[in-house]
């Protein structure tokens, strides 16, 4: 059974940093596209990162513009686990932060596009 679990959220004060990580069980996903969505509120799901394969252990990182510069998508593949690093963090950035996975080669910023998604794991961000 495969299942991508989600840790590291909390509470942070405006422009402090928080580390996100996703471990994966129950299969590799070392060749596999993953990436991170949040939710806010009465707010659809948003794309944040992705780190999409391309080829042996080369990624491509994608972030939405609203974090771009201020956060990082990283992978360990030994451990099977992606991370989100959080600096710069802003009262908007409070959600739920959901990772996901899928291994189809569609459009990276669209939930649809991954089949496996863990639980999520609430950051709130304080002004």
């Known amino acids: 059974q495969v299942q991508l679990v989600e840790s590291g959220g909390g509470l942070v004060p405006a422009g402090g940093s928080l580390r996100l990580s996703c471990a994966a069980s129950g299969r590799t996903f070392s060749r596999s596209h993953m990436a991170w969505f949040r939710q806010a509120p009465g707010k659809e799901r948003e794309f944040v990162a992705a780190?999409?394969?391309?080829?042996?252990?080369?990624?491509?990182?994608y972030y939405a513009d609203s974090v771009k510069g201020r956060f990082t998508i990283s992978r360990d593949n030994a451990k099977n686990t992606v991370y989100l690093q959080m600096n710069s963090l802003k009262s908007e950035d409070t959600a739920v932060y959901y990772c996901?996975?899928?291994?189809?080669?569609?459009?990276?910023?669209?939930?649809?596009?991954?089949?496996?998604w863990g639980q999520g794991t609430q950051v709130t961000v304080s002004s």
């Open positions: 780190a999409r394969w391309i080829a042996g252990s080369t990624f491509y990182a």
């Open positions: 996901a996975a899928g291994d189809r080669s569609s459009d990276y910023k669209v939930s649809l596009s991954y089949d496996y």
